[in-house]
């Protein structure tokens, strides 16, 4: 099973950028599939954007054009660059991962993304 820990949310104004990281341990992190999943208060979470081992992404509507996702399997981790950020990306984003076929998922604990004048 492998371990998830996020980072690099915090509170950035209209317009600013954010990189969130999500680093993997406990397993080999190449043959898992990876997501960037964010729940706002009140709100049920909602998947963000999904990257395939063979690193094939898929976005949510609303972050089109605005947010990438990335891994770098050498390292063991995940990335998400948020350009562009709205006050309703306002939320705590988390990271999670499965293996390919499988609907089981490990995920982090979570980081707090805030925009915000």
């Known amino acids: 099973q492998v371990q998830l820990v996020e980072s690099g949310g915090g509170l950035v104004m209209p317009g600013g950028s954010l990189r969130l990281s999500c680093a993997a341990s406990?397993?080999?992190?190449?043959?898992?599939?990876m997501g960037w999943y964010r729940q706002a208060p009140g709100k049920q979470r909602e998947q963000v954007a999904t990257?395939?081992?063979?690193?094939?992404?898929n976005y949510a509507e609303s972050v089109k054009g605005r947010f990438t996702i990335s891994r770098d399997n050498a390292k063991n981790t995940g990335y998400l660059q948020m350009n562009s950020l709205k006050p309703e990306d306002t939320a705590v984003y988390y990271c999670?991962?499965?293996?390919?076929?499988?609907?089981?998922?490990?995920w982090g604990q979570g980081t707090q993304v805030t925009v915000s004048s």
């Open positions: 999670s991962a499965n293996l390919p076929g499988l609907s089981k998922r490990s």
């Open positions: 406990g397993s080999i992190f190449s043959i898992y599939n």
């Open positions: 990257i395939t081992r063979d690193s094939i992404t």
